[in-house]
């Protein structure tokens, strides 16, 4: 069983940054994919960045050249970098880990983006 802790969420201006952060309890975490979501309209959350075990990456086009998703096995942590932020990324945003026993979702953390 997996459990995941997410934090880094807050208020931040436009053209601020933040970093979320996903810690995850197991083992074996450099298999896994890991991945963030948020929170859409009609209570459907979509992917914002996905990081896979081989190490490629891939990103929503509305966050390409601002957000990163980066992960430090080590310490079972995947981190979204969100760089040149604006009012309509505000939401609850997920961390997410697959492996072979399932899907496992964080408690979700809030983003404000407001002047």
């Known amino acids: 069983q997996v459990q995941l802790v997410e934090s880094g969420g807050g208020l931040v201006r436009p053209g601020g940054s933040l970093r979320l952060s996903c810690a995850a309890s197991?083992?074996?975490?450099?298999?896994?994919?890991m991945a963030w979501y948020r929170q859409a309209p009609e209570n459907q959350r979509e992917l914002v960045a996905v990081?896979?075990?081989?190490?490629?990456?891939d990103y929503a086009d509305s966050v390409k050249g601002r957000f990163a998703i980066s992960r430090d096995n080590a310490k079972n942590t995947v981190y979204l970098q969100m760089n040149s932020l604006k009012p309509e990324d505000t939401t609850v945003y997920y961390c997410n880990v697959r492996n072979r026993d399932g899907s496992y979702w964080g408690q979700g953390t809030q983003v404000t983006v407001s002047s």
């Open positions: 197991g083992s074996n975490f450099d298999r896994y994919t």
């Open positions: 990081s896979f075990a081989g190490g490629s990456t």
